[in-house]
């Protein structure tokens, strides 16, 4: 005779069996997802300036030359050829997209420069196929996507010390996202004005050391400092020439020397905040791709240390409290064990 708990327990058997079972049948049997014949890997976390350089790679084993197209905001809505985002891939026409020849291994390898695209910040599908098919007429064929995020670069400026000790040499540094050869830097006062450039080191840092032998700021009153980035085209479209500032962008000669906006050195050159107002307004003209910094320094006899920032801490005459607050849960833990 079978006692109750021998009972309950061939009971408890026969259910994890059942559940055995069932899980065997419910649970999908995984498959091993085919292999593409074309890969594309972008490097990197995706995620770029516009002016910057992607490295795209991957592996073609299905034909000796592999086809790249992208798409993404306000581009065809089939493809666009990589390097002219406003001329549409068009299926059976090489010419429209860029070619990358396969390695004797299957593999291939493209830098894709983002400097001059003209295309807007967003996110775009780079494709590679083995045949040169736009995206509507890729059924049937092998390929495959990556998706990148293309971003507006910037900068930024920090002066030290500030204000500027008269006499006294001081700098100016930050960052130039985007992968720029160099950043200019203008520095316009009542009395005079100056342009200087310096190169961007790949961390995007950049630095300009500045003395009385460099620059004359014994003068009154503020001084702009103006830190320049040429952005995507990676040219500095606001120049000077000669006494002038000039932008490039617009040539009403016609021989390449780009348009006079004002007078910036020499007799009845603008001064101080004319200076940089003048300056902002060209830089941010339509046609105009370049971005700045702005700095309003002050120039002092001497200068101040900043204050020292110290951690705050809780006053003395809280502790009493904590300590009583702290022996109260002890006791109520130790009790509620027992």
Same mark, same amino acid.
């Given at each position: ?6 009972? &309950? #327990?061939? /009971?408890?058997? @026969?259910?994890?069996? %059942? ?8 649970? $999908? ?119 990148? &995020? #293309?971003? /507006?670069?910037? @900068?930024?400026?920090? %002066? ?8 006294? $040499? ?169």
């Amino acid at each position: 005779m079978i006692s109750f708990s021998e009972n &309950i #327990l061939f /009971r408890l058997r @026969i259910l994890v069996l %059942l559940l055995v079972l069932a899980g065997s049948v419910l649970l $999908p049997v995984s498959a091993e997802e085919p292999k593409s014949a074309i890969t594309i890997v972008a490097s990197g976390d995706q995620s770029y300036y516009l002016g910057e350089e992607i490295l795209l790679t991957g592996t073609n084993e299905a034909s000796g030359t592999t086809y790249l197209f992208f798409v993404g905001p306000n581009l065809p809505k089939n493809g666009a050829y990589l390097l002219s985002p406003t001329r549409p891939a068009v299926s059976g026409v090489p010419e429209s997209f860029v070619g990358v020849p396969t390695n004797t291994d299957t593999t291939w390898e493209y830098a894709f420069p983002t400097h001059d695209l003209g295309v807007s910040p967003g996110t775009y599908t780079i494709y590679a196929v083995s045949q040169p098919h736009a995206k509507d007429q890729l059924s049937g064929g092998s390929y495959n996507t990556v998706s990148i &995020i #293309l971003k /507006r670069p910037f @900068i930024t400026a920090e %002066l030290s010390p500030s204000p500027i000790i008269r006499g006294q $040499p001081f700098t100016v540094t930050g960052f130039a996202e985007g992968n720029p050869d160099s950043v200019q830097l203008w520095i316009a006062g009542y009395d005079s004005s100056i342009l200087l450039r310096t190169t961007v080191h790949p961390d995007a840092a950049y630095r300009f050391d500045l003395d009385p032998s460099t620059f004359d700021y014994t003068g009154t009153g503020p001084y702009y400092l103006i830190v320049q980035h040429p952005m995507q085209n990676n040219q500095f479209d606001i120049m000077a020439s000669g006494e002038f500032v000039q932008n490039l962008q617009r040539d009403v000669s016609l021989v390449g020397s780009g348009t006079n906006v004002f007078k910036i050195f020499g007799e009845g050159r603008l001064r101080g905040s004319d200076t940089a107002h003048a300056l902002m307004d060209a830089i941010n003209e339509p046609d105009i791709d370049d971005t700045y910094a702005l700095i309003t320094a002050e120039v002092t006899d001497s200068g101040s240390a900043p204050p020292t920032t110290r951690p705050t801490q809780a006053p003395l005459g809280f502790a009493p409290l904590g300590a009583l607050v702290l022996i109260l849960g002890i006791a109520v833990w130790r009790r509620c064990r027992v």
